[in-house]
T-cell receptor, first 113, second 114 residues
């Protein structure tokens, strides 16, 4: 079946530190890959996406590259801010009529001033 | 900017009672999803609609959960009777029929069953 594995948290960083959150996937077929962010008490917001191998998604200083050879989609940011504190979810969806999202378990990020 | 609306935002109910959640997707989005998110975990799909038709409800506990989208616009998810294990965040999402298929999520309904 399809699955997403994220590095376990929580992750605590100081402001301006470099962030990496690892994500690997297993899928039958060629999925689209996503990173969603969830702030406390809120729903999920799409952060970035990539739809084919070697695509790089980017938004708000965050980046992730779709690596088919390693089945990975690691999230990176060069300099985190306190406002980046949230839970980050990696997810995949397959083509076809369903296109439902399969999520990882989430990684809690806390950035300290 | 168009958003997915959900109500109520919070619901506390007693075990064995009935509870209902409402979702209004982004206008024009034909696909609607209901997810359940248990604390500390990622969301899991309960049911997916394409217009008014169910595309996938394989993970919906049909003995107590029901979902409808009668006119292909807004949707209601019902639980009857609620159990303690149903305490979770219920998220609604919608997407357009054509690409690029991003799903847009509402703020969710936090359900607590006592």
């Amino acid at each position: 079946g399809n699955s997403v594995t994220q590095m376990e948290g929580p992750v605590t960083l100081s402001e301006e530190a470099f962030l990496t959150i690892n994500c690997t996937y297993t899928a039958t077929g060629y999925p689209s890959l996503f990173w969603y962010v969830q702030y406390p008490g809120e729903g999920l917001q799409l952060l970035l996406k990539a739809t084919k191998a070697d695509d790089k998604g980017s938004n708000k200083g965050f980046e992730a590259t779709y690596r088919k050879e390693t089945t990975s989609f690691h999230l990176e940011k060069g300099s985190v801010q306190v406002s980046d504190s949230a839970v980050y979810f990696c997810a995949l969806s397959l083509s076809g009529s369903a296109r439902q999202l399969t999520f990882g378990s989430g990684t809690q990020l806390t950035v300290l001033p | 900017e168009a958003e997915v609306a959900q109500s109520p935002r919070y619901k506390i109910t007693e075990k064995s009672q009935a509870v209902a959640f409402w979702c209004d997707p982004i206008s024009g989005h034909a696909t609607l999803y209901w997810y359940r998110q248990i604390l500390g975990q990622g969301p899991e799909l309960l049911v997916q609609f394409q217009d008014e038709s169910v595309v996938d409800d394989s993970q919906l506990p049909k003995d107590r959960f029901s979902a409808e989208r009668l006119k292909g616009v807004d949707s209601t998810l019902k639980i009857q009777p609620a159990e303690l294990g149903d305490s979770a965040m219920y998220l609604c999402a919608s997407s357009a029929s054509g690409g690029p298929y991003e799903q847009y999520f509402g703020p969710g309904t936090r359900l607590t069953v006592t």
